[in-house]
């Protein structure tokens, strides 16, 4: 019985201390909240704890988190058996084991301060593979640029060379000799690249080769490269990189300056073709004009020649019309009598022969 009232007055009590009792529910609210993120810094500081015993203490990290977890386990089973207990003389219990097990600020600062740097190392690393693989993919976008701008070389000057400038002009086909002459050029000029690469491949591989072999030299001879040494060529390198992005910039401008000079030449090589024609019409043209100028020459020479004797014909008979003169009416009588008398002295002759012959 007296333990029935202990029972029923220690719960009374811990009813009458207990602080959430005095809250409402937005209050409640707002302190489950606030728990929840305390309880998320928590969980991220104890990830942190056990990747850094994982990284530093792999042998022990096991035995650490076991005692972690054991304490937990005692504080537990302390917090079971004092609940028919006095409350307060639980949570002093539970204070005095935390403690125990807790961290010093300094030993966090210092977890903190290695994680940070193994997570800066990690993000250098992946910047490093980040860039090689961006200037991989930048070496094959050049390629292609590369293969796409001699593609459309070759392209322009297979339409120019074989299928405009071989076709028959009487059959309207290319012709054959042209187009294997032109493939004949095309491999002679491809195997006279693979061998200037071949041998500059051969050069790289005994350049690499002499490299090597200094390196392996100063490796003998203790003479290895220091931290000092690799950030001073990191900087170097890093300095190559933008002038060789720099130069590729400039490579880039020049590529378009080139392209535009292509369509430009074009361009002319298309008004040059036009004009080129169009100086061949005119010359055939001029060549038919001045043949017909020969002839018109030649036929005002003769029109010249039958012009001058008209004239001098004309002359002349202006000058025999200038000299006539009209006879007198007595003479013209006179004229008329002596022939109408030599008329009969013909006629009788005429009869006298006729009689004669008769």
């Given at each position: 019985m007296a333990d029935s009232e202990s029972m029923s007055l220690d719960t009374s009590n811990e009813a009458g201390d207990d602080p959430l009792m005095d809250l409402n529910d937005e209050q409640l609210d707002k302190l489950i909240q606030q728990k929840m993120i305390e309880n998320q810094v928590l969980q991220n500081e104890t990830q942190m704890f056990e990747k850094y015993l994982k990284k530093s203490e792999p042998k022990?990290?096991?035995?650490?988190?076991?005692?972690?977890?054991?304490?937990?386990?005692?504080?537990?089973?302390?917090?079971?058996?004092?609940?028919?207990?006095?409350?307060?003389?639980?949570?002093?219990?539970?204070?005095?084991?935390?403690?125990?097990?807790?961290?010093?600020?300094?030993?966090?600062?210092?977890?903190?301060?290695?994680?940070?740097?193994?997570?800066?190392?990690?993000?250098?690393?992946?910047?490093?593979?980040?860039e090689r693989v961006i200037d991989n993919f930048r070496a094959i976008m050049e390629e292609c640029e590369l293969t796409l701008s001699e593609t459309k070389k070759e392209s322009y000057e297979f339409e120019r060379d074989i299928l405009k400038g071989a076709v028959n002009q009487r059959t309207g086909k290319v012709i054959a000799e042209k187009v294997s002459r032109h493939f004949e050029n095309k491999i002679l000029s491809r195997d006279t690249l693979v061998e200037k690469l071949r041998l500059k491949n051969s050069q790289l591989k005994v350049q690499k080769m002499k490299?090597?072999?200094?390196?392996?030299?100063?490796?003998?001879?203790?003479?290895?490269?220091?931290?000092?040494?690799f950030q001073q060529l990191k900087i170097e390198n890093e300095q190559y990189l933008e002038k060789i992005d720099e130069k590729n910039t400039e490579l880039m401008d020049l590529k378009l300056k080139?392209?535009?000079?292509?369509?430009?030449?074009?361009?002319?090589?298309?008004?040059?073709?036009?004009?080129?024609?169009?100086?061949?019409?005119?010359?055939?043209?001029?060549?038919?004009?001045n043949e017909l100028l020969t002839k018109i020459d030649a036929e005002t020479t003769v029109v010249e020649d039958e012009r001058a004797k008209a004239e001098k014909i004309n002359r002349k008979l202006r000058q025999q019309l200038t000299d006539f003169r009209v006879p007198d009416v007595m003479d013209y009588v006179t004229e008329k009598a002596d022939l109408y008398e030599i008329q009969r002295k013909s006629f009788g002759i005429d009869c006298m022969m006729r009689n004669c012959l008769g």
């Amino acid at each position: 019985m007296a333990d029935s009232e202990s029972m029923s007055l220690d719960t009374s009590n811990e009813a009458g201390d207990d602080p959430l009792m005095d809250l409402n529910d937005e209050q409640l609210d707002k302190l489950i909240q606030q728990k929840m993120i305390e309880n998320q810094v928590l969980q991220n500081e104890t990830q942190m704890f056990e990747k850094y015993l994982k990284k530093s203490e792999p042998k022990d990290s096991g035995g650490a988190l076991g005692g972690i977890g054991a304490g937990l386990t005692v504080s537990s089973s302390n917090q079971d058996l004092s609940r028919g207990m006095n409350r307060k003389r639980s949570k002093s219990r539970g204070a005095n084991l935390d403690k125990s097990l807790r961290l010093t600020t300094e030993q966090k600062c210092d977890i903190a301060q290695k994680e940070l740097d193994d997570l800066k190392e990690d993000i250098e690393k992946y910047r490093d593979n980040c860039e090689r693989v961006i200037d991989n993919f930048r070496a094959i976008m050049e390629e292609c640029e590369l293969t796409l701008s001699e593609t459309k070389k070759e392209s322009y000057e297979f339409e120019r060379d074989i299928l405009k400038g071989a076709v028959n002009q009487r059959t309207g086909k290319v012709i054959a000799e042209k187009v294997s002459r032109h493939f004949e050029n095309k491999i002679l000029s491809r195997d006279t690249l693979v061998e200037k690469l071949r041998l500059k491949n051969s050069q790289l591989k005994v350049q690499k080769m002499k490299l090597d072999l200094q390196f392996k030299q100063k490796e003998e001879m203790g003479e290895a490269l220091h931290e000092v040494d690799f950030q001073q060529l990191k900087i170097e390198n890093e300095q190559y990189l933008e002038k060789i992005d720099e130069k590729n910039t400039e490579l880039m401008d020049l590529k378009l300056k080139a392209s535009k000079s292509l369509q430009v030449l074009n361009s002319y090589k298309k008004k040059l073709h036009t004009l080129t024609m169009e100086s061949e019409r005119l010359k055939s043209e001029i060549s038919s004009r001045n043949e017909l100028l020969t002839k018109i020459d030649a036929e005002t020479t003769v029109v010249e020649d039958e012009r001058a004797k008209a004239e001098k014909i004309n002359r002349k008979l202006r000058q025999q019309l200038t000299d006539f003169r009209v006879p007198d009416v007595m003479d013209y009588v006179t004229e008329k009598a002596d022939l109408y008398e030599i008329q009969r002295k013909s006629f009788g002759i005429d009869c006298m022969m006729r009689n004669c012959l008769g």
